[in-house]
């Protein structure tokens, strides 16, 4: 399934936040979105997984999506968003109840997720038990549940320590080879955007707008820390963020 | 020269009640023994309290000879009745207030001009609606019960996390699911310590009830022992009280403890 935005716009009362974006995102690969801070990105997340619409142009998904999958566009959050009055399994089993998942059928689905994002272990642990590294695999494993045919993650590991990053961010390679998602990944951080994404948009700065579309050209697998292709793309996107990352400073003092 | 070392001066700490055992009973036996010595040695007038000791007398007296329960049952009942039906009513109304802009827009002035009426001013008229009978108190106990509940309820969903409600949706999780596995836990912690403040008015309106037109009850017992300036049983009625206040707020201190586990 692949998903097409055409020309999108938004405005939040009179102020527009996004203009005139458009853009593929081919079934298979992870599309990394970075930008200033404020230009717009969450909501552009939130345009494309329709939980608000677009004041102009459209969120397009062409072709259906593959049989299993019980919730086609999933997100992961920041803040991880995980019920602190259930346990990790209860979490999970919330988004596979309304799907009539339930019993013993539940019980595996939560217990491939669980060892896939390596939390078997802390099944019947409360939220308010893990670290964030863990609650942010729990949110992880969630998503995975329902079999999504695209993720979408807000700055699923910018509330983690830089150790802890590291480490999810190669959990999440590893999930992507294992089963080839389709993802848009909001970031601020330059590492991961060229660590992770087939392609990297950069938005400028508020009113956002596309400045560039950025292939990276080597398998994700073969990314490491590093390496000094990858070293210069991230000097390159930084180049490019400076400025705009300065202006819209500036605006802040302004306003 | 070396400068003078000396630990930082600490700063934090406090903030932060903890419950401590026993202090409650200590300064509740600390009061009664001064009470006790005071009534004694005369530096109270016996106008002004009853010696304690005699209380508790007055009160196993009542025990003995099965009036505290001819009295504190068919209190018990009413108050058990009002309530249920204030609280769950209440809590049926918050929901709905903290989920519909319609219901909102139209209930929350209405509960805000019935909330500060003193209800006992209404009990003449409840008894001409409702009869002099039990349908009566358990009315005036209901409505006292319902405002706060409602405005509690709805300031409890209120507050609960848009973000999770958000994560709902993005699930696709369907409206009721919504409502039951991630508004109503949400909410629940509000509720719960809005019902401390809904029974403790419950138990006040309860004897005002009682006070009007009730043979048997703690309101009545307390109103008949007033008219007879009867001190020891005026006294011994506002012990039943205070310990019922006590116990209601317990049970909801226990219910707390089982259904917010997760809180920590
Ligand atoms: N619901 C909303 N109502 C009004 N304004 C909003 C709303 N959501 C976002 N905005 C505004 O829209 C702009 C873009 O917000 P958005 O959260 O999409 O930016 P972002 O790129 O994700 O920022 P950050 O990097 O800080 O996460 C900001 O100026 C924000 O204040
Ligand atoms: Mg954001």
């Known amino acids: 399934m692949d998903l097409t935005l055409q020309r999108i716009g938004h405005r939040y009362g009179g102020m527009p936040v996004l203009q005139d974006i458009s853009l593929r995102i081919p079934a298979g690969e992870i599309l990394c979105v970075i930008g200033p801070s404020g230009c717009g990105k969450s909501t552009l997340l939130r345009l494309i997984g ?13 072709g259906d999506a593959p049989e299993g999958c019980l919730n086609p566009l999933t997100y992961v959050f920041q ?8 346990t990790v399994e209860g979490n999970i089993s919330l988004v596979l109840e309304d799907h009539g998942i339930r019993g013993k059928a539940a019980r595996a689905v939560i217990a491939d997720v669980l060892a896939r994002t390596k939390l078997s272990d802390f ?26 045919a695209v993720m979408l993650l807000d700055e699923p590991l910018s509330a983690l320590d830089a150790q802890t990053r590291e480490l999810l961010m190669e959990d999440l390679v590893a999930l992507w080879e294992r089963q080839r998602f389709t993802g848009v990944y909001v970031t601020h951080n330059l590492t991961e955007a060229v660590r992770l994404g087939h392609r990297i948009a950069v938005l400028s700065r508020r009113p956002g707008r596309l400045r560039e579309v950025i292939a990276v050209n080597r398998p ?36 | 020269m070396p400068e003078r070392a000396r630990p930082v001066p600490f700063r934090g700490g406090g903030f932060a009640p903890v419950a401590k055992r026993g202090t409650g009973i200590a300064v509740f036996a600390l009061l009664l023994a001064l009470i006790e010595w005071g009534t004694r040695a005369g530096w109270i007038s016996n106008l002004t309290l009853p010696v304690p000791s005699d209380v508790a007398a007055t009160l196993a007296g009542m025990a003995r000879s099965g009036a505290l329960w001819t009295h504190l049952a068919p209190s018990l009942v009413r108050l058990a009745v009002g309530s249920l039906i ?16 319609y219901v909102r827009a139209g209930l929350v002035p209405l509960v805000a001009a019935i909330f500060p009426i003193p209800k006992i001013a209404l009990l003449p008229l409840f008894v001409i609606w409702f009869g002099i009978d039990e349908a009566s108190k358990y009315a005036l106990i209901a ?5 706060p509940t409602v405005v509690a309820t709805y300031g409890a969903v209120d507050n609960v996390d848009r973000s999770l409600v958000r994560m709902g949706q993005s699930f696709g999780l369907k409206w ?7 508004v109503l836990p949400g909410a629940l912690p509000g509720i719960l310590s809005g019902l401390r403040v809904s029974l403790a008015i419950g138990i ?4 005002a009830a009682e006070m009007l037109g009730a043979e048997h009850g703690i309101g009545a017992y307390i109103l008949q022992a007033g008219s007879l300036y009867d001190l020891e049983r005026l006294f011994a009625g506002v012990v039943i009280l205070s310990v019922l206040g006590v116990l209601t707020s317990w049970v909801i201190g226990r219910a707390e403890r089982r259904l917010l586990r997760w809180r920590g």
């Open chain 2, 143 to 147: 409505l006292g019960t319902f405002t």
């Open chain 1, 79 to 86: 803040d991880f968003a995980l019920l602190p009055w259930r």
């Open chain 2, 204 to 207: 006040i309106l309860l004897v």
């Open chain 2, 86 to 101: 204030g609280v769950s009513a209440g809590i049926a109304v918050g929901v709905m207030i903290g989920l519909f802009s």
């Open chain 1, 220 to 255: 994700i697998a073969d990314r490491r820390a590093g390496d000094s292709d990858l070293d210069a793309l991230q000097a390159r996107l930084w180049d490019l963020m400076k400025q705009e990352a300065l202006a819209a400073d500036q605006e802040l003092l302004d306003a």
């Open chain 1, 50 to 62: 329709g939980l608000e619409r677009p004041d102009e142009g459209e969120v397009l998904q062409l």
């Open chain 1, 123 to 148: 099944r019947a642990a409360l939220p308010r038990q893990l670290s964030g590294g863990m609650k942010q695999r729990v949110a992880i494993a969630r998503a995975l549940a329902v079999n999504p």
């Open chain 2, 176 to 182: 009721s699911s919504i409502v039951r596995k991630i």
